[in-house]
């Protein structure tokens, strides 16, 4: 490749390329770094608290949170539909996407709306699921579902796609059958993009979760998180943006020692 | 795809790789699609879902007899536009100083990575906090949540820039600036469009999050209203008005990216 042409898979592995050599940098600078922003933060913070809070509140208001049992709810709340809603959407979009990487009739035909619809940002159908499946947990489940699975159909397709020609050839000239070849070189081949998939899919999920509950659902993360800004209690709020936050780090790093399990032959994803 | 453009002997050409193969399936796929989507639509109560027939009436009724849709869509590209605009600028700006200067992409790094993985549709009940529900935080919900791919990839490009070419460049003499203009900007064009392809599907996510939460307006309002009226036909019309502006707004984006970088295949 004489030419970068970064596709999303590649920025994915360079942008985590990059977190990887985050360890081999010098350690000082980062804990300095986050040090000095902290106490910024506290000393501005103090002066304006309404604004951005400052660590120290944010300390006391994550006990606070946990103290006045609405915290624990909410979370067990949007995880249930996002768990769901994730497990539906992988079990449809992964086999979906294999299928139409292998079979030319049903590419041609479902590519154009699964295309469109990935383009498409899917939250903007919230207020029709609404009228549809109400405001509880079927609505989390449908937003979730519909987020996640566009995505992780077109990288499986794509990253099925991509399997070495010359690996397919090599299995076509040894005479492997169509099942064969699917299970030993097609699913093998495509492995770390199907875990790309899977990256995408959880992320859009929870964003996909975190707007129903904003904008209709009566419960859950989202719904709280607009409660407490409505009645300016900033530090609450910063809390549980830190805990979307570090809940979407651990999911996503999760998901990539899977992938390293999984393909060790690949521990070194290509690209960045 | 690449086949459909090569000329050959007809006979040799698998059915399903000529032109009149793809277009006959993708034809009884859009006969299939919609109408089983007529059917099930004329089925059910029409408060509640639309067939393909009433969504078409729906959209003569505002944007042919009047110009309800085109007014939504005008509203929400402004301030898109504006909230994208900004982010493409400070992004670019500050991705290129992180990916050149080591230091400051130590001192960043940590937030940015935070950034990264939190889904940043989170952050909406800050901007509450910061300037109300008005016309600036819907820009700024936008200019936030797609700051920060087109952020990240440009530092991801501008970190990959290859040392020999600058090299190259400091040989034969050339000044900061000039290295800057001929070797790292190109360098860095890719990541800069996968940046803005990634850019483009946040920014239209805030928007729309931005219509339905903080101003009722434009055309997340549009879908909002209209659902609250049990409008279901109107919504549709929305809805696909949605999926042609996305459509349309990465094939702007491509066909920049095809103009300023014709060495690229794709």
């Known amino acids: 490749m004489a030419i970068a042409t970064p596709t999303d898979e590649v920025l994915e592995t360079s942008i985590l390329g990059r977190a990887r050599n985050l360890r081999g940098s010098p350690r000082i600078i980062r804990v300095g770094s986050v040090l000095f922003v902290l106490a910024m933060w506290e000393v501005i913070g103090r002066a304006n608290p309404l604004f951005t809070s400052y660590p120290t509140e944010v300390a006391s208001g994550v006990l606070e949170l946990m103290t006045d049992g609405r ?152 719904r709280l998180l607009l409660d407490l800004a409505r009645v300016y209690q900033t530090d609450k709020v910063m809390v549980i943006i830190f805990i979307i936050g570090f809940f979407s780090i651990f999911v996503t790093s999760t998901l990539r020692m899977l992938q390293t399990k999984a393909s060790p032959w690949r521990a070194e994803s290509r690209g960045g | 795809m690449r086949l459909l453009s090569e000329s050959g002997p007809r006979s040799d050409i698998p059915f ?72 493409i600028l400070v992004g670019t700006g500050a991705g290129i100083l992180m990916g050149r200067i080591r230091l400051l992409e130590y001192v960043v790094d940590p937030y940015v990575s935070f950034l990264y993985a939190l889904p940043t549709v989170a952050i909406l009940p800050l901007i509450v906090i910061w300037v109300g529900i008005g016309q600036p935080a819907r820009v700024l919900i936008v200019f936030i949540i797609s700051v920060v791919p087109v952020l990240l990839n440009t530092m991801a490009g501008a970190k990959q820039v290859s040392r020999d070419l600058v090299d190259v460049g400091r040989n034969y003499g050339g000044s900061d600036g000039q290295i800057l203009r001929t070797i ?43 659902s609250n009226r049990f409008r279901p036909d109107k919504v549709f019309v929305g809805l696909l008005a949605i999926v042609g502006l996305s459509l349309t707004l990465r094939f702007l984006v491509q066909a920049t990216r095809r103009r300023l970088m014709p060495w690229s295949e794709v």
């Open chain 2, 184 to 226: 790292v900007l190109p360098a860095i064009l890719p990541f800069f469009f996968a940046g803005l392809r990634l850019g483009i599907g946040s920014a239209l996510i805030g928007m729309i999050l931005g219509e339905m939460l903080l101003v009722i307006r434009g055309l997340g309002g549009f879908v909002v209203e209209y």
């Open chain 1, 71 to 222: 915290l624990a709810p909410a979370l067990l709340t949007t995880l249930q539909g996002l768990g769901a809603g994730y497990f539906i959407a992988i079990a449809i979009g992964i086999p979906l996407g294999f299928a139409m990487a292998r079979i030319r009739t049903l590419d041609i035909a479902l590519n154009p709306y699964v295309a469109a619809l990935y383009a498409t940002p899917r939250i903007a159908i919230i207020p029709l699921l609404v009228l549809w499946v109400g405001v509880g947990f079927q609505l989390r489940l449908t937003i979730v579902v519909l987020s996640a699975v566009f995505p992780v159909i077109i990288n499986v397709r794509d990253g099925a796609k991509e399997v070495d020609r010359n690996y397919m050839d090599v299995a076509k000239s040894l005479a492997a059958g169509r099942w064969q070849t699917l299970r030993t070189v097609v699913l093998p081949g495509s492995l770390p993009y199907v875990f790309v998939a899977l990256r995408i899919g959880a992320q859009r999920a929870m964003i996909g979760v975190i707007v129903a509950e904003m904008t209709s659902a009566i419960a859950g993360t989202g």
């Open chain 2, 16 to 87: 399903l790789d000529r032109r009149v193969g793809v277009w006959a399936v993708r034809l009884g796929a859009a006969v299939v699609v919609f109408g089983l989507w007529e059917l099930y639509g004329q089925s059910v109560n029409r408060a509640l879902f639309s067939p393909p027939s009433r969504v078409i009436t729906a959209f003569f009724e505002v944007a042919i007899q009047t110009t309800v849709l085109w007014s939504a869509i005008g509203d929400s590209l402004i301030s898109m536009s504006i909230g994208f605009g900004l982010a």
